[in-house]
């Protein structure tokens, strides 16, 4: 079992930025490949970003391409997603999984992911 924690969502104004933290336990953090979804109501939950295991390769939904930048640290089994210029359309609830994938690869489907957080909510004021 792998648990994750988010953190750091909340209130901010367009252009503005927040990073968010998702926390795990459980398991060899290094052999979980990562990544960030969102869903704001109504809505499918999306894919934002994604990480391999090293931190070496990493991929990002068009949407946010350029202005969210996603990284970890395994030695302190946390990952990241750092949120700058955002928009009020980047307002949903931010999710953090987790699936094992001991190689080299980013996972863009929530549906390979077996891990997942309870989610954060970031709002974007206009």
């Known amino acids: 079992q792998v648990q994750l924690v988010e953190s750091g969502g909340g209130l901010v104004q367009a252009e503005g930025s927040l990073r968010l933290s998702c926390a795990a336990s459980?398991?060899?953090?290094?052999?979980?490949?990562m990544g960030w979804f969102r869903q704001a109501p109504g809505k499918e939950r999306e894919f934002v970003s994604g990480?391999?295991?090293?931190?070496?390769?990493?991929n990002y939904a068009d949407s946010v391409k350029g202005r969210f930048t996603i990284s970890r640290d395994n030695a302190k089994n946390t990952v990241f997603l750092q949120m700058n210029r955002l928009k009020p359309e980047d307002t949903a609830r931010y999710y953090c999984?987790?699936?094992?994938?001991?190689?080299?690869?980013?996972?863009?489907?929530?549906?390979?992911?077996?891990?997942w957080g309870q989610g954060t909510q970031v709002t974007v004021s206009s």
């Open positions: 990480i391999s295991r090293s931190g070496g390769n990493t």
């Open positions: 999984a987790a699936n094992f994938q001991p190689w080299e690869g980013t996972i863009p489907t929530p549906e390979r992911y077996n891990y």
């Open positions: 459980g398991r060899t953090f290094s052999n979980y490949a």
